[in-house]
């Protein structure tokens, strides 16, 4: 039935706005309504087709129906599609701002960038979409440069306390603070300066202690 299919990317925009990550992109549904749409187009021109141009609808009112659901249908699949795709960029954009992993947490980075059998990358995002997000990186990197000393991706709030106690969740090296270097290994625990650990809290290497 015309408009299942739309509803169902709905429902999964809606999904999305509840994760913590962006899951993978629905492609054959896409396709689908979009074959959809192109389905209602022929259809309502094969209707017009012997009209040549002059069709009344007070002397058809059943053609004229019957073009009214299809145009609503193809009207109502477009709304569902840009739906679909405006919270997927948004989430896409908020990630680059917080400095956020915001690809699912299922996939490790050999995973992410394996190579299936029809030799195509393994990721959560479509084709377009990572180009999207490596050109918008590079966009919010070069707007970001003109200040060096202002951090625009920081957290807008300030700190309720100025150190807090942290737990690794994942190894990230060593970093350096005002206090000297400390080495982040999974599991371990530290008592540092808010400021210096919150893009790594951000991007899921440590969890912030109550």
């Known amino acids: 039935m015309y408009g299942e299919?739309?509803?169902k990317l709905v429902q999964h925009a809606k999904r999305i706005q509840t994760l913590g990550h962006l899951p993978s992109y629905q492609t054959?549904?896409?396709?689908?309504?979009?074959?959809e749409v192109r389905e209602l187009d022929k259809d309502v021109a094969q209707i017009l087709a012997p009209c040549q141009g002059s069709f009344d609808p007070s002397r058809d009112p059943a053609t004229a129906v019957s073009l009214l659901v299809d145009y609503l249908c193809m009207r109502r699949n477009k709304r569902c599609l840009l739906a679909y795709h405006r919270v997927r960029v948004d989430r896409l954009e908020k990630g680059c701002w917080n400095g956020q992993d915001i690809l699912s947490p299922a996939q490790s980075p050999k995973q992410r960038n394996a190579?299936?059998?029809?030799?195509t990358t393994s990721?959560?995002?479509s084709p377009e979409e990572e180009e999207y997000l490596?050109?918008?990186r590079d966009?919010?990197?070069a707007y970001s440069g003109q200040w060096t000393d202002i951090d625009l991706t920081g957290n807008l709030e300030p700190p309720r306390d100025l150190f807090i106690d942290v737990r690794v969740l994942k190894d990230a090296g060593d970093i350096q603070t005002e206090y000297g270097t400390i080495t982040l290994t999974k599991n371990s625990q530290f008592y540092v300066r808010q400021g210096d650990v919150e893009r790594l809290v951000a991007q899921g290497f440590l969890q912030k202690l109550s």
């Open 5 to 7: 299919l739309g509803l």
């Open 28 to 35: 054959e549904i896409v396709r689908a309504v979009a074959r």
């Open 115 to 119: 190579i299936d059998s029809e030799g």
């Open 123 to 125: 990721s959560s995002l």
């Open 134 to 136: 490596g050109r918008y």
């Open 139 to 141: 966009m919010l990197a």
